[in-house]
């Protein structure tokens, strides 16, 4: 069947998230002849409220959201046969447009583990550096000053953050840094006021505008919202182009049929963990198993496409606060000024309610009430490896609320929110395309959540560890005891509201073995996504299951490369943005390589 090609260009994207928009953007500031298309399922973000006001981030994970896509994994015995949602970015610049902003960086050994050829740590920090202006403090060695992505404290500090970092640094006895983010410092509690924010216009400083729509007076570089790629247009293994159609989401009137976007130099996938294995697969590019099922032809026969699935596990358990102390309740109520954030680009506009954290590692006595059945984790990935942080524990200043719960469901009052999440939890999963019962294309989403059983441990400490904190804490006015392990009546650890604190000095509660499995139990109905996932067309070799090279070909065609956090081979100790733009900077000087253009003007090259 033939389908009208539109137009031709050089490069054309299949899918228009961060990764993409680095690429592209860094290609065309330093060759602007080159003809470069992105086509993305989702709508344009330029200068629209919901993706430019760092408080507005809630609302793009309402259920009612088109900003992103509400993945649905498979129902596991592990969550108590709940089935998962993990969200997606489906806009122009993913998740960058839609994340929580908050500023983190892996530890340099993580892209070390990764044992590629190219993506070495000494090889990644100057990219690191590049992509980057720290407003925070000047003279970081590990940090850039002069790169299009803004990192800053945002409009202001909340005082439930000092709160977490004064309780933490006494009664958890850690000691306390300015910057954990220099790619090796952790176990420390640090101030977290360092956000994807520009200091100057408290704006969020996002990948759409500080690498495409920053160039819009080039018109060699398009970006086509509204576009769903189908599947990758072949002749002999070699990529030729794209077919598309318009998204049914986006764009619910517009005509359905095919078209096609011829490439001339390459196609990149950059459809993200879900998206990118996806149209591999639609393309005959797969497990056999997998596209026999769905009637696909087999092109090619690469089995890891859509394994690896690798995520972070997150809990988030509110508390309430005091009726003075400054929170994000309100504004995210629809209480809002915003005068003076139009004025000087500050107040709570600009903020994301996340001041506070630490990258923690258990001590002796900590690791000895965690359990035997953590140990062998323990000693084979952590105990020799100071870098690595077991889970970080962070204060928001605000009722965070869980996928499974809206923002509306709560009495309108003061909260602050517990967020403890793990870092390199050893289950793994899959995403592959499916037929549904009416053959329709579905997805088979398997989380893996909690399939080891090592990975609750650290959640049910977390728990306990960061009930401990916040009760200590001059704001703590309690528990939202629905948002709490269901104890069995009686328990010492029965939650409920609070007059105020307890003594920084009083004994820690102690839990009975019911409460312990009510605690487990409670993990299993509520774990979800950090909104972190990863790995479905890892960057490994083909014997080991790997989908792409070190210079991001797909094994078995040419011209085709996939670059996004999909490729990304292993789990890395951070909020993902920082290694999505990594990837994107690593990928833009690999394709200018490939495509002759000096690296050297490639660094060089300024935007607008």
């Known amino acids: 069947m033939s389908h009208p090609i539109l137009s031709e260009f050089d490069i054309v994207f299949a899918g228009g998230g961060t990764t993409a928009c680095v690429v592209a953007g860094r290609l065309a500031a330093c060759d602007p002849s080159l003809r470069i298309l992105i086509l993305e399922a989702g709508q344009h973000t330029l200068n629209k409220p919901i993706h430019v006001q760092p408080y507005q981030y ?32 489906r806009c122009v610049g993913g998740c960058s447009c839609v994340n929580l902003m908050i500023y983190t960086r892996a530890p340099a050994s993580d892209y070390d583990d990764w044992g590629v050829d190219g993506w070495e740590s000494e090889n990644l920090i100057p990219l690191m550096k590049k992509l980057e202006t720290y407003e925070v403090q000047p003279g970081h060695p590990t940090h850039g000053y002069n790169g299009p992505i803004k990192v800053s404290s945002g409009g202001c500090k ?10 933490g640094t006494t009664y958890h006895k850690r000691h306390y840094a300015d910057d954990t983010n220099d790619l090796e410092t952790c176990n420390t509690y640090s101030l977290m006021y360092k956000r994807y924010i520009d200091g100057t216009t408290g704006r969020r400083s996002d990948a759409a505008h500080h690498y495409v ?62 998206g990118s294995p996806i149209i591999l697969e639609r393309s005959g590019i797969g497990a056999e198993a997998v596209l026999k099922r769905c009637g696909i032809q087999q092109l090619v026969n690469l089995p890891g496409v859509g394994e690896n ?11 309430l606060a005091a009726d003075e102390v400054v929170t994000m ?22 903020q994301n309610g996340l001041d506070s954290k630490i990258k923690w590692r258990p001590d002796d006595e900590e690791l000895k009430a965690m359990g035997p059945v953590f140990q062998p984790r323990w000693k084979e990935f952590f105990q020799d490896r100071s870098d690595k942080a077991v889970a970080i524990f962070a204060a928001i200043a605000g009722y965070a609320p869980q996928l499974s719960r809206p923002l509306s469901s709560i009495l309108p009052r003061n909260y602050m929110t517990a967020s403890y999440y793990t870092l390199y939890p050893v289950s793994v999963g899959s995403v592959h395309i499916n037929l549904t019962e009416n053959n329709k294309e579905g997805m088979d989403f398997t989380t893996g959540f909690l399939d080891d059983s090592s990975d609750i441990v650290p959640l049910d400490f977390g728990y306990k560890k960061t009930r401990e904190i916040f009760r200590r804490m001059a704001s703590y006015r309690g528990e939202v005891a629905a948002d709490h392990p269901d104890f069995p009546e009686g328990s010492a650890a029965a939650c409920g509201e609070a007059s105020g604190p307890v003594d920084i000095n009083a004994p820690d509660i102690v839990y009975t073995a019911e409460d312990d499995e009510a605690i487990s139990q409670f993990h299993r109905n509520i774990v979800q996504t950090a909104w972190h996932p990863l790995g479905t067309c890892a960057m490994k070799s083909e014997a080991d299951h790997g989908v792409v090279d070190a210079r991001l070909n797909v094994y078995g065609v040419s011209n085709l490369k996939v670059a996004d956090m999909s490729i990304s081979p292993l789990n890395v100790g951070t909020n993902t943005y920082s290694t999505a733009l990594l990837i994107g900077e690593r990928a833009a000087m690999i394709i200018a390589e490939d495509l002759g253009i000096d690296c050297v003007d490639l660094t060089r090259a300024q935007f607008k």
């Not at 729509?213 to 398009?222: G, S, V």
């Not at 699935?309 to 508390?319: E, K």
């Not at 309740?329 to 600009?350: H, P, Q, T, V, Y």
Request: charge should be positive; proline fraction near 7%; hydrophobic fraction near 35%.
């Open 309 to 319: 699935y690798r995520d972070h596990n997150m809990v988030l358990v509110p508390y």
């Open 329 to 350: 309740d309100a504004l995210w109520r629809g209480e809002k000024s915003l005068a003076k954030w139009n004025n000087s680009g500050k107040s709570l506009i600009a």
């Open 58 to 89: 809630p609302f793009n994970q309402a259920t009612t959201s088109t900003t992103v896509t509400f993945h649905i994994g498979n129902p596991s015995p592990r969550l108590n046969g709940r089935a998962p949602i993990v969200p997606s970015g």
């Open 213 to 274: 729509y920053n160039q819009a007076h080039n018109p060699n570089l398009q970006v086509w919202d509204g576009k769903r790629v189908k599947r990758i247009i072949f002749e002999d293994k070699r990529a030729v182009g794209v077919e598309f159609t318009s998204d049914p989401v986006s764009c619910p009137d517009a005509d359905q049929s095919s078209s096609i976007a011829r490439a001339l130099k390459l196609v990149v996938i950059c459809g993200g963990v879900f």
């Open 158 to 167: 909340v005082g439930v953050s000092d709160e977490f970092i004064q309780v």
